[in-house]
Nanobody
Framework: QVQLEESGGGLVQPGGSLRLSCTAS????????FGWYRQALGKERELLAT???????YYTDSVKGRFTISRDNPNHTTYLQMDNLQPEDTAVYYC???????????WGRGTQVTVSS
């Protein structure tokens, strides 16, 4: 079993930055793919970015050039650096992970990011 815990959310002004962290615990040796999603109020959860344990990354067009995903394998932590945040980035941000087997997936509880002046 794997547990994911996000941290780093909060209130930031437009144009500001935040770095989210997601730390995995439990049977972390099985994990292969890590991602960040967000869900704004009244909207569906959307994928933002993914990174593999080998460092290969993927970004959706909505965050490409503003957000950076990275991975610290020894510390089982995935980061999402978010720059030039805008009010439309306000949402609950979730960490997600998939093992090599693809037999299941894991979600964190989420961390709130609010962009407002």
């Amino acid at each position: 079993q794997v547990q994911l815990e996000e941290s780093g959310g909060g209130l930031v002004q437009p144009g500001g930055s935040l770095r989210l962290s997601c730390t995995a615990s439990g049977d972390t040796s099985t994990l292969y793919l890590f991602g960040w999603y967000r869900q704004a109020l009244g909207k569906e959860r959307e994928l933002l970015a993914t990174v593999t344990i080998y460092g290969a990354t993927y970004y959706t067009d909505s965050v490409k050039g503003r957000f950076t995903i990275s991975r610290d394998n020894p510390n089982h932590t995935t980061y999402l650096q978010m720059d030039n945040l805008q009010p439309e980035d306000t949402a609950v941000y979730y960490c997600h992970s998939v093992p090599r087997s693809l037999a299941t997936d894991y979600w964190g509880r989420g961390t709130q990011v609010t962009v407002s002046s």
